[in-house]
């Protein structure tokens, strides 16, 4: 089981709750990636949000100029809003990162449940899913060959064209990414691709059923390779005892709730709604090492899956906290996970 952590990028907070910058929030992200590469994390993905909160904005400069300062780590985005971006230029800019690697990066292309980027980049949300269904169906093809032919509606043809360069091993791991839509899963399946679940709230074994129709969809399609491989996406964060994680999570968690209250219109949850989600069976995964460890277990019971990785700064998260908590996750919860997988 690879263990990582993923992140939107997160604007710092003074305490009286002021946003202060967003290069300070890019510096932050960085000097995490190097952390965890150096205390041995499995995987990194940088996410793409446009909002002051969550700047990190372009997954493809970030994991480049991770690519450079790391040396074992994986890296990837998670997810590239491909919907609203060119699938050359996304292409290219993992490409380039994965040469500068030796071959360590990842994409992970999805819809976006963040839909800042229709309007700043003049798509209209009405075209959701035929803009990615025709950008992923490009993606792909360049990935397969160097020189590309292609005819779709949602950009230009390209004609026998050259797309480079090339990544390490002549193509990326793609993954599709998804927050837990059915028809996402059958796609992936037919498609052969690795999948990403993006599972944010309520208890993530109900997405034991996607999965199953996720490896179905493959099956039925021929694809049964190591390519059909689950990941999973969560938010939590690591303590040295479970009441110092919830203590540092949840200013954080007020925060980002707040602010999608206001800004989408959702409800504000209770104290007891953040309490059921940071325990079993929620999907928080807040709490100290065995907490931690036996909960992505629990799940992999489920799910199969190969990869969990966990977005812990949100909110104005502290950085002191974060970076311990990327060393727990590689230090001590990564080998109870695998002291638990191989009992079973």
Same mark, same amino acid.
């Given at each position: 089981?690879?263990?990582?952590?993923?992140?939107?990028?997160?604007?710092?907070?003074?305490?009286?709750?002021?946003?202060? &910058?967003?290069?300070?929030?890019?510096?932050?992200?960085?000097?995490?990636?190097?952390?965890?590469?150096?205390?041995?994390?499995?995987?990194?993905?940088?996410?793409?949000?446009?909002?002051?909160?969550?700047?990190?904005?372009?997954?493809?400069?970030?994991?480049?100029?991770?690519?450079?300062?790391?040396?074992?780590?994986?890296?990837?985005?998670?997810?590239?809003?491909?919907?609203?971006?060119?699938?050359?230029?996304?292409?290219?800019?993992?490409?380039?990162?994965?040469?500068?690697?030796?071959?360590?990066?990842?994409?992970?292309?999805?819809?976006?449940? &963040?839909?800042?980027?229709?309007?700043?980049?003049?798509?209209?949300?009405?075209?959701?899913?035929?803009?990615?269904?025709?950008?992923?169906?490009?993606?792909?093809?360049?990935?397969?060959?160097?020189?590309?032919?292609?005819?779709?509606?949602?950009?230009?043809?390209?004609?026998?064209?050259?797309?480079?360069?090339?990544?390490?091993?002549?193509?990326?791991?793609?993954?599709?990414?998804?927050?837990? &839509?059915?028809?996402?899963?059958?796609?992936?399946?037919?498609?052969?691709?690795?999948?990403?679940?993006?599972?944010?709230?309520?208890?993530?074994?109900?997405?034991?059923?996607?999965?199953?129709?996720?490896?179905? &969809?493959?099956?039925?399609?021929?694809?049964?390779?190591?390519?059909?491989?689950?990941?999973?996406?969560?938010?939590?964060?690591?303590?040295?005892?479970?009441?110092?994680?919830?203590?540092?999570?949840?200013?954080?968690?007020?925060?980002?709730?707040?602010?999608?209250?206001?800004?989408?219109?959702?409800?504000?949850?209770?104290?007891?709604?953040?309490?059921?989600?940071?325990?079993?069976?929620?999907?928080?995964?807040?709490?100290?090492?065995?907490?931690?460890?036996?909960?992505?277990?629990?799940?992999?019971?489920?799910?199969?899956?190969?990869?969990?990785?966990?977005?812990?700064?949100?909110?104005?998260?502290?950085?002191?906290?974060?970076?311990?908590?990327?060393?727990?996750?590689?230090?001590?919860?990564?080998?109870?996970?695998?002291?638990?997988?191989?009992?079973?």
């Amino acid at each position: 089981m690879e263990l990582g952590a993923y992140s939107f990028g997160d604007t710092p907070r003074d305490p009286d709750g002021t946003l202060r &910058s967003t290069p300070e929030a890019i510096a932050n992200l960085f000097a995490a990636i190097v952390h965890a590469d150096t205390v041995g994390l499995d995987y990194f993905a940088v996410g793409e949000h446009h909002t002051h909160e969550m700047p990190a904005s372009s997954p493809g400069s970030m994991i480049a100029a991770a690519a450079g300062a790391t040396s074992r780590i994986r890296l990837g985005s998670g997810v590239s809003v491909l919907s609203t971006d060119d699938p050359v230029r996304v292409f290219q800019q993992f490409a380039t990162a994965d040469v500068i690697s030796g071959g360590r990066v990842e994409i992970t292309a999805g819809r976006g449940s &963040s839909v800042e980027s229709f309007p700043l980049f003049g798509y209209d949300l009405r075209d959701y899913d035929r803009l990615y269904e025709e950008k992923l169906d490009l993606l792909l093809k360049i990935n397969a060959s160097e020189r590309v032919t292609w005819h779709g509606t949602v950009r230009s043809d390209i004609e026998d064209l050259a797309v480079v360069p090339r990544p390490v091993n002549g193509s990326l791991p793609i993954w599709l990414g998804t927050g837990g &839509s059915a028809p996402s899963s059958a796609r992936a399946g037919r498609l052969g691709l690795p999948i990403s679940y993006g599972i944010i709230g309520g208890a993530p074994h109900r997405f034991a059923p996607l999965a199953e129709l996720y490896r179905a &969809s493959a099956a039925q399609a021929g694809h049964t390779g190591p390519e059909i491989k689950v990941s999973v996406a969560g938010l939590g964060l690591i303590a040295p005892t479970k009441k110092e994680a919830l203590e540092r999570f949840y200013p954080g968690w007020r925060n980002m709730n707040e602010l999608m209250a206001e800004q989408r219109g959702w409800a504000t949850p209770s104290d007891d709604d953040y309490l059921a989600q940071a325990h079993a069976p929620g999907a928080y995964y807040v709490g100290d090492p065995d907490d931690v460890a036996d909960r992505i277990v629990h799940l992999h019971g489920y799910l199969g899956h190969m990869r969990h990785f966990l977005q812990m700064d949100i909110g104005g998260l502290p950085q002191e906290h974060l970076l311990e908590s990327i060393s727990l996750l590689a230090t001590e919860v990564k080998p109870r996970v695998e002291r638990l997988l191989a009992k079973k």
